[in-house]
């Protein structure tokens, strides 16, 4: 492995022992303020509920590149003796020869740095703010260039789909969201932009932009989580020239006195794909399917890749969660390369299919367990995402008010359940956007998203935030601000510093059948229900938070706060999201038996198709006046009854929809279930 020979920083992990970093990767890269940044970035959201969980997405993306570079090793030295079997067996794939030693190098090289900086643009507090990251805000380059640059992605796509594609839908954080194609979030055009600009006599952007979209269940949506769309746009708009000093050098290193090609656009090109996962369709060479094997190796859509090997370990080892045992050292091992109808794919030996599914099991547990914990969704999923909208509300306020009604009518918008601004002008999610720094990522023009008095934002960190929300809560303290809306800031400004949170009324998903005893079939979660659910009438559908996730903030309904109020919760909120859990696609994984032709995963344990984890979960949470548990009872005497709460929701729910033709069978069926 070159980069654990050359001249080495070490750093060292709790879980991967040492790490050896070459001093440039070190100098140009990591001993840099945007990378030095994720030191305030949390891996995960479970500190609230796991106390040592301290690591951070710095320490894992150095985890990430440790791997990578083990991985890449292990998976060059099967792949090489498959090629020459290959080659001493009647041929490559189209009939080439096996690339050199200098292209395995540089692209350790390329590779290695896709791992490190997998995570450079990441949202502050984990994946809870990574919705304002895929914002439409249209800012940059005038209309003729942006009207040029859309004139020929709707032509791209619609080639490539047969189909008009006028309208596309992007796969964001918050869901796939339809949406007109100008409307795209900013990261789809600023990573369609910074691709374009690659320089290059023999450089063409257009296969990397007609790529970058594919289709999921007849819509056509874009590769990459919101993070790693804007990971992309760092390492092609601010670190290209930083990685040719680096592979450079490595080169120069490994191969003294020699000539060796440098770094070129299709380089960058395929650092950008390993980040978001955008492989190259129909591989035209032998090249290509090579480096479609290193991006699996990165971020996969078969259940299992390297960063996950690295975050399933690390926080199950931080937080002291007894989980599955997986051999990670025999996981790496098996990476291999395999022939599939004559395209060379990634494979698993058959030596270690058996670790696959210890760390499906691990990985799953951990989401089933921790990340679904019902302390640690309200704080990810509602209490951070409703701060940064109150955060957002109150400079706005204090930018449009006139001072004379400040003391009055400070945020009073933020009790209106339509979340309007009273001075009706600004978007709370340009200021939100503003809070997070975006502008200094992509361009985006600061007096447009707001234009926050007196403060100014860059690349803001967990730090950052945290010290906006105690200014917040010193100006509201200092200026004697008592309207109803500056309560609802200090509110949750305090219970966020002091941890009195809200309460779950039922502790786990697997409770609340249990809790609904007497007819469990008519509101259990999504997936069990085989229908419509009544949380999909009380969440706000436009009302998202972090990935696949959705929450209402019930108490701004004067009526459903009513309905709580009358079973002794105030403040009702209901949070909707997706458990994040998966199972292995043993379809797509090619396991290695020794032969010419690779089998299935399915094929080699000759088993049906499992059904899907669990996906659509949900809580409410509220402050309660008595024990939501039956330890003790209502002020009438009575134990807390779910069923009578939910029964009341029911009613309240046809009371408002009847009539709307659109919500009839919903009506239908919330009153069938009940007979």
Not at 250 to 265: C, I, M, R, T, W
Not at 278 to 294: A, I, Q
Not at 549 to 577: D, Q
Not at 616 to 644: C, N, R, T
Request: proline fraction near 3%; include cysteine.
């Amino acid at each position: 492995m070159l980069l654990d020979t050359t001249s080495v920083k070490r750093f060292r992990d709790n879980i991967q022992n040492y790490i050896n970093i070459p001093e440039v990767i070190v100098e140009k890269i990591i001993d840099t303020q945007l990378f030095q940044r994720l030191r305030s970035i949390e891996q995960t959201g479970m500190r609230v509920l796991y106390p040592s969980t301290r690591h951070d997405r710095f320490i894992h993306s150095l985890g990430v590149y440790h791997l990578g570079v083990i991985a890449f090793d292990r998976f060059r030295k099967n792949a090489v003796r498959r090629l020459e079997r290959d080659l001493a067996n009647g041929g490559l794939q189209n009939g080439e020869c096996p690339p050199d030693e200098k292209w395995w190098v540089k692209h350790e090289i390329l590779f290695a740095l896709s791992c490190l900086l997998h995570d450079v643009g990441h949202a502050p507090y984990s994946h809870t703010l990574e919705y304002i990251y895929a914002l439409q805000i249209h800012t940059q380059g005038a209309e003729s260039e942006q009207a040029n640059l859309e004139a020929e992605l709707i032509n791209i796509l619609q080639e490539k789909f047969e189909r008009d594609c006028t309208f596309i839908s992007q796969e964001t954080a918050s869901g796939a969201i339809t949406s007109k194609l100008n409307n795209l979030p900013e990261l789809n055009w600023q990573l369609i932009r910074a691709v374009d600009s690659l320089d290059g006599e023999k450089y063409n952007s257009q296969r990397f932009v007609k790529e970058y979209f594919y289709e999921n269940g007849g819509i056509v949506v874009s590769h990459g989580k919101a993070h790693e769309s804007l990971s992309a746009i760092i390492l092609v708009s601010e670190l290209k020239d930083d990685i040719k000093a680096i592979l450079e050098s490595l080169l120069k290193e490994a191969f003294p006195g020699e000539q060796v090609e440098g770094l070129d656009s299709y380089d960058v090109e395929f650092i950008a794909r390993a980040i978001i996962g955008c492989k190259y369709e129909d591989p035209m060479n032998l090249e290509d399917s090579l480096k479609n094997c290193f991006i699996s190796l990165l971020n996969s859509d078969l259940g299992f890749d390297i960063d996950g090997m690295d975050y399933v370990k690390r926080d199950t080892v931080n937080s002291g969660f007894d989980n599955t045992s997986v051999d990670y050292e025999r996981m790496l091992n098996s990476f291999t390369l395999v022939r599939h109808e004559n395209v060379y794919k990634l494979g698993f030996a058959k030596s270690g299919v058996s670790v696959l599914r210890s760390y499906i099991s691990a990985r799953n547990a951990l989401y089933r367990e921790i990340y679904a914990h019902h302390k640690v969704v309200y704080m990810a999923s509602f209490l951070r995402p409703e701060l940064i909208k109150l955060a957002s509300k109150w400079y706005c306020c204090k930018k449009n008010m006139p001072a004379n009604k400040q003391n009055h009518e400070m945020c009073n918008c933020l009790l209106d359940e339509g979340y309007e601004c009273a001075a009706g002008k600004d978007n709370d999610d340009y200021i939100a956007a503003e809070i997070l720094g975006f502008g200094e990522y992509t361009g985006v023009n600061e007096t447009r998203i707001g234009g926050i008095p007196h403060i100014a934002f860059r690349r803001s960190s967990d730090t950052d935030l945290d010290v906006l929300f105690r200014q917040i809560l010193i100006e509201i303290e200092a200026g004697g601000y008592t309207s109803p809306g500056a309560n609802a800031v200090s509110k949750y400004i305090e219970s966020y510093f002091s941890r009195k949170h809200h309460k779950a009324i039922w502790k786990s998903p697997e409770e609340l059948p249990f809790m609904l005893n007497e007819k469990p079939d008519c509101y259990l979660p999504l997936n069990y229900s085989g229908g419509k659910h009544i949380v999909d009438v009380l969440v706000d559908e436009k009302t998202k938070t972090q990935q696949h996730t959705k929450m209402a903030e019930l108490w701004r309904n004067e009526k459903y706060r009513e309905v709580f109020e009358e079973h002794g919760i105030s403040w009702p909120v209901c949070v909707k999201y997706h458990s994040g859990e998966k199972e292995l696609k043993e379809d797509d994984i090619l396991i290695d038996l020794g032969d010419d032709q690779p089998v299935t995963m399915r094929e080699l344990y000759r088993r049906q198709k499992q059904t899907d984890p669990r996906k659509d979960l949900f809580y409410i949470f509220g402050e309660a006046k008595y024990d939501l548990h039956g330890a003790q009872v209502k002020e009438d005497g009575d134990p807390f009854s779910i069923i009578e709460l939910f029964d009341a929701l029911r009613s309240l729910i046809e009371e408002e929809f009847d009539g709307n033709e659109s919500s009839q069978g919903m009506i239908t069926m919330l009153r069938g279930a009940n007979n």
